[in-house]
């Protein structure tokens, strides 16, 4: 089968569509990966089922919906749209059509029920998965990571931060919170991998790394980075799904984060660091989708940074204990079965 994958250029959607691309191969189909919006008639012509992985922000997925219904009802080929969303679509947005002609499957249950709120059709939840191969990979470039981060860091607790400068990923409030803890100890790094936008947000942020390499190093790079980092920290406001975290788990580090859906939904709870939020807003930031930003006070972080700090410190076997539990995330996240049911939905 001639399968297209038909998504946008935002880092985290390539790499989405990279491993349905892999799982498909390995099925015997002949994936292509377009992160471009091919003419209809030749997208037709190439394809024997498509896949559509982007989010669901109506403002700006019309032309994405559009391909659906009518390779659908034009063209007769099987489409699929696999979708995220970090809050709700703006109504005024949504036509009429989109309710009818547009059925999407959901990354999380929180998508899920975000969507259906607001009237679409939500045909299954698949979750996001990781590739084996890819973290086994990542795994073996994990020594060489672990070299260059303690060759510059010394016996410091290392903090890694994969995350783009968008005001849903809570940057400002991870740099209130890294000011807070260098009150009370110096005996912590935060590498934050970004986008130079970001370093505007930690002007004089004491012990932070700004490394602007956000979307130019390789999957596999960025893993291992995850696997040698102590721990990583996830600042979101708002998510659709929480890729990072089961990242960061399979490749057996713990991960810092708030304790709202869907974070809630895929992370391991028992053994990952969690803090709560205090208030639930939805912000309009001009981009059809009203996020749901869950706001904690930089303070919990903090001392969920520090809690994390004295586990590695002073609670080393419950420190290993817990990173060999949380690398089950591979088992629970495996791409090649949850992507075989993905693609079985055009099949």
């Not at 191969?25 to 003419?39: C, D, F, M, T, V």
């Not at 990542?138 to 290392?158: N, S």
């Not at 721990?231 to 975290?245: D, N, T």
């Not at 204990?321 to 629970?332: G, I, N, P, S």
Request: aromatic share 10%; glycine share 4%.
């Amino acid at each position: 089968m001639r399968l297209s994958i038909v998504t946008g250029k935002a880092t985290s959607l390539i790499n989405v569509s990279k491993d349905i691309a892999y799982v498909a191969q390995k099925l015997g189909h002949a994936p292509r990966i377009l992160n471009y919006i091919e003419s209809l008639t030749s997208l037709a012509r190439l394809s024997d089922a498509v896949i559509l992985v982007y989010p669901a922000s109506p403002l700006f997925c019309g032309e994405y919906m559009l391909i659906y219904r009518d390779l659908r009802v034009h063209y007769n080929i099987p489409a699929l749209y696999y979708t995220m969303i970090e809050g709700k679509p703006r109504r005024f947005h949504i036509a009429p059509w989109m309710l009818r002609d547009v059925e999407f499957v959901a990354c999380s249950r929180y998508v899920r029920d975000k969507l259906m709120d607001a009237g679409f059709r939500v045909r299954a939840v698949v979750h996001h998965g990781l590739v084996r191969e890819v973290v086994e990979e990542a795994r073996r470039l994990v020594p060489i990571a672990e070299k260059h981060l303690r060759a510059r860091y010394g016996d410091k607790v290392i903090f890694g931060v994969v995350s783009h400068s968008h005001v849903r990923k809570g940057l400002d409030y991870l740099a209130q919170a890294v000011r807070i803890l260098s009150q009370k100890r110096k005996d912590f790094i935060v590498h934050l991998v970004t986008n130079p936008e970001a370093k505007r947000k930690f002007v004089d942020v004491p012990n932070v790394y700004v490394d602007v390499v956000f979307g130019t190093r390789s999957r596999e790079e960025i893993l291992a980075f995850m696997g040698a980092i102590d721990f990583l920290i996830m600042p979101s406001l708002a998510e659709g799904f929480g890729l990072p975290i089961i990242e960061s788990n399979a490749m057996g580090t713990l991960a810092i984060h708030g304790a709202f859906p869907p974070l809630t939904e895929v992370s391991d709870l028992k053994n990952n660091i969690i803090f709560e939020y205090r208030d639930k807003r939805f912000v309009n930031t001009g981009e059809g989708i009203e996020y749901e930003f869950h706001i904690y006070d930089p303070r919990d972080l903090a001392s969920a940074m520090e809690e994390a700090i004295e586990l590695k410190l002073k609670h080393r076997s419950e420190l290993e204990d817990r990173k060999e539990k949380v690398r089950q995330a591979l088992d629970r996240f495996d791409a090649e079965r949850l992507y075989t049911r993905l693609i079985s939905y055009v099949t």
